[in-house]
């Protein structure tokens, strides 16, 4: 099986990483702001718009699309898009966006997960979580089409650039604790650096590569197996041999699909330790 195959099944393998609402935010007041005090020696400050008005029948089809289960997520996927259809002007519009990129993410549906997110970002540019998933997963399931693979891998660039550079600036929701936050910011993160490494392997900058693929694993306590996997072939391709050995022994850990590679990876990168010369650190 080849690298590409690799990267297909891993797109499709990819564990739950993030519930949507954790950094997307938590849904609008219902109410519009209220209007500031004033005096007579104090100029009176205009008052934000108030939100669409939620009549009873929304909220209880929101509700639902919530508290769908995730062991149906073709129910969820529906309820979602129904929702969408019917209340075009919701304040929960962005929120249900954003999580329906995740359950077709679940489902395994890229082209709509793809065109979700788009619509996802375009109301909401800074939808970490988002930008994250897109960033990651796009790179893993390019078009066979060497022109349509390079715009492809320049959305994945942006994506995972820009969840890159946005993520540590994000205010902290009064709803999750900190430990809560640092820890769905630093998912986010795993899938950007991720995405991000696998374009520079696509254009051979495989130092950059090795950096980056390192980052990602180093976020989480429970490293995405492919990342280990590719790590492994960037540090084969910088030469450090001896590297790559100890990624794949530890992706050969991982049960699962994944294992009988990384395990024909860490096999031959002791070959090569003990045949080729090795890069110096």
């Not at 650039?161 to 820890?183: G, H, Q």
């Amino acid at each position: 099986m080849t690298s590409k195959s690799v990267l297909r099944i891993g797109a499709a393998a990819l564990p739950f990483l993030l519930w949507a609402g954790a950094v997307s935010f938590a849904a609008p007041s219902a109410r519009g702001q209220e209007k500031p005090a004033s005096d007579k020696n104090k100029q009176e400050l205009p008052v934000a718009p108030a939100l669409p008005p939620v009549d009873a029948e929304e909220e209880a089809s929101y509700k639902a699309y919530v508290d769908a289960p995730p062991s149906d997520l073709a129910k969820k996927a529906q309820l979602g898009e129904n929702f969408l259809q019917k209340y075009a002007q919701s304040r929960y519009r962005p929120i249900v966006y954003s999580s329906l990129t995740m359950t077709y993410l679940q489902i395994g549906d890229v082209q709509k997960m793809t065109d979700t997110g788009v619509k996802a970002l375009g109301g909401n540019p800074n939808d970490v979580q988002v930008l994250g998933i897109l960033g990651q997963t796009i790179p893993r399931v390019l078009s066979k089409d060497p022109a349509v693979a390079a715009k492809q891998l320049e959305q994945a660039e942006q994506y995972a650039r820009r969840a890159i550079e946005v993520t540590p600036t994000l205010p902290k929701p009064e709803n999750l604790t900190d430990e809560a936050f640092a820890d769905a910011k630093s998912q986010v993160l795993t899938m950007a650096h991720s995405g991000l490494g696998l374009v520079f392997i696509y254009r051979q900058k495989y130092s950059e590569a090795v950096a980056e693929f390192q980052q990602s694993v180093r976020l989480t306590a429970n490293p995405d197996p492919v990342n280990y996997y590719l790590l492994g072939l960037a540090d084969e391709k910088t030469l450090h041999y001896d590297d790559a050995a100890t990624v794949f022994a530890k992706c050969a850990a991982i049960p699962g699909q994944m294992q009988s590679m990384c395990q024909a990876g860490l096999e031959r990168a002791k070959k090569l330790a003990l045949t080729q010369l090795s890069a110096p650190r």
